[in-house]
């Protein structure tokens, strides 16, 4: 199995503030990348893929780069709205390995 | 519009065998390259990658849990169903079924159904 290790496990920050999320895989995994976002008693929603492509409908505060190991989500200036938990996936080889995730709280 | 929801037992005692059904709408498993997986949640924890089934009945397996698995698909009824076998506390979980398509992730969730293993 690939393993995904996501970081921070948790990030307090305030309305309007740019965040960075990282994932790193044991291997490469070139851009097959995803990034979801899950607020509690709900299904995770994917906010992008393909390291880059943010899914329809997702605003473009979110973004994300990488390629190989190394891969970042940013969130460019919080909204109330954002405050979540947010998980990478790769989905180069099944099984299709998610992060630990990172919780999003407001500072 | 894509939907998708998980059925089965909320409650299963450990050491027997959980079956779960997706059934789902707006797309077919007959169509080239879809996929429907399942994934898993213990309460407060990770999401866990489980199974996946492909349109040409292509089947994929967590190695991990690969020996307690089955996922079958019933493209006439729009139905994709997992088994799991022995049962234990530690499978309680919020389990979801998903759509793929090729090279894409997950794009659809279902809201996922909670299953408690206890005596």
């Known amino acids: 199995d690939i393993q995904m290790t996501q970081s921070p496990s948790s990030l307090s920050a305030s309305v309007g503030d740019r965040v960075t999320i990282t994932c790193r895989a044991s291997?490469?995994?070139?851009?097959?990348l995803a990034w979801y976002q899950q607020k509690p008693g709900k299904a995770p929603n994917l906010l992008l893929y393909?390291?880059?492509r943010l899914e329809s409908g997702v605003p473009s505060r979110f973004s994300g780069s990488g390629s190989g190991t190394d891969h970042t989500l940013t969130i460019s200036s919080l909204q109330p709205e954002d405050f979540a938990t947010y998980y990478c996936?790769?989905?180069?080889?099944?099984?299709?390995?998610f992060g630990q995730g990172t919780r999003l709280e407001i500072k | 519009q894509i939907t998708l929801k998980e059925s089965g037992p909320t409650l299963v005692k450990p050491t027997q065998t959980l079956t779960l059904t997706c059934t789902f709408s707006g797309f077919s498993l007959s169509t080239s390259g879809v996929g429907v997986g399942w994934i898993r949640q213990p309460p407060g924890k990770a999401l866990e990658w489980l199974a996946l089934i492909y349109w040409d009945d292509d089947k994929r397996y967590s190695p991990s849990l690969k020996s307690r698995l089955t996922i079958t698909k019933d493209t006439s009824k729009n139905q994709v169903v997992l088994t799991m076998t022995n049962m234990d506390p530690v499978d309680t979980a919020t389990y979801y079924c998903?759509?793929?398509?090729?090279?894409?992730?997950?794009?659809?969730w279902g809201q996922g159904t909670l299953v408690t293993v206890s005596s």
């Open positions: 291997q490469g995994i070139s851009n097959s």
């Open positions: 998903a759509l793929t398509h090729p090279y894409r992730p997950f794009d659809s």
């Open positions: 393909a390291a880059s």
């Open positions: 996936q790769q989905y180069y080889s099944t099984p299709g390995t």
